[in-house]
T-cell receptor, first 110, second 113 residues
Framework: GIQVEQSPPDLILQEGANSTLRCNFS?????LQWFHQNPWGQLINLFY???GTKQNGRLSATTVATERYSLLYISSSQTTDSGVYFC????????????FGTGTRLTIIP | EAGVVQSPRYKIIEKKQPVAFWCNPI?????LYWYLQNLGQGPELLIR????????DSQLPKDRFSAERLKGVDSTLKIQPAELGDSAVYLC???????????FGQGTRLTVV
């Protein structure tokens, strides 16, 4: 099956800082999503972005499908941004499932 | 629009007891997923439904786990008997069809003692 790697595994930043999270995947994909898992365990959809660039407030994401990676940018970090960020990918091929990476744990310090 | 609803939110049971989780997907969503998330790891798929049909259950431990999706809407995941290693968060998700954006419920945190 497809392999998904996220980096860095942990990130600690001061409030107001900017950050870039990376997701690498081993094969072409039809579906790529970024999620934020908050401290209560809820997975919150951030972006559905199999290719291209999207922005939503302080967050933006870019997927370069031909080079098999996606980036999540967080600007002017706030303490509420803390949590684990997951990238998940899926291929429309055989029985491929929505596969998650191992996540990046982001901690924003006031 | 209501999101994916799961119940219960928390469950504590003794080992060897049965347990069941319920999921109500977003209205109109044909695809339903059950995921298992262990502490510090990403979610892993247990089973995926297209309407009433289980199209991917290769990761479901069928000796003790079972699932059903009656009428292609609500779904139930059951464990019988539960083991200590089943302690985890069980997540349900739905999407309009496969390979489109998936939305997750709040999960059920199971503790087996």
């Amino acid at each position: 099956g497809i392999q998904v790697e996220q980096s860095p595994p942990d990130l600690i930043l001061q409030e107001g800082a900017n950050s870039t999270l990376r997701c690498n995947f081993s094969d072409s994909v039809n579906n790529l999503q970024w999620f934020h898992q908050n401290p209560w365990g809820q997975l919150i959809n951030l972006f559905y972005i199999p290719s291209g660039t999207k922005q939503n407030g302080r967050l933006s994401a870019t997927t370069v499908a031909t080079e098999r990676y996606s980036l999540l940018y967080i600007s002017s970090s706030q303490t509420t941004d803390s949590g684990v960020y997951f990238c998940a990918v899926e291929r429309n091929f055989g029985n491929e499932k929505l596969t998650f990476g191992t996540g990046t744990r982001l901690t924003i310090i006031p | 629009e209501a999101g994916v609803v799961q119940s219960p939110r928390y469950k504590i049971i003794e080992k060897k007891q049965p347990v069941a989780f319920w999921c109500n997907p977003i209205s109109g969503h044909n695809t339903l997923y059950w995921y298992l998330q262990n502490l510090g790891q990403g979610p892993e798929l247990l089973i995926r439904y297209e309407n009433e049909e289980a199209v991917d259950d290769s990761q479901l431990p069928k000796d003790r786990f079972s699932a059903e999706r009656l009428k292609g809407v609500d779904s139930t995941l059951k464990i019988q008997p539960a083991e200590l290693g089943d302690s985890a968060v069980y997540l349900c998700a739905s999407s309009l069809v496969s390979f489109t954006e998936a939305f997750f419920g709040q999960g059920t945190r199971l503790t087996v003692v």
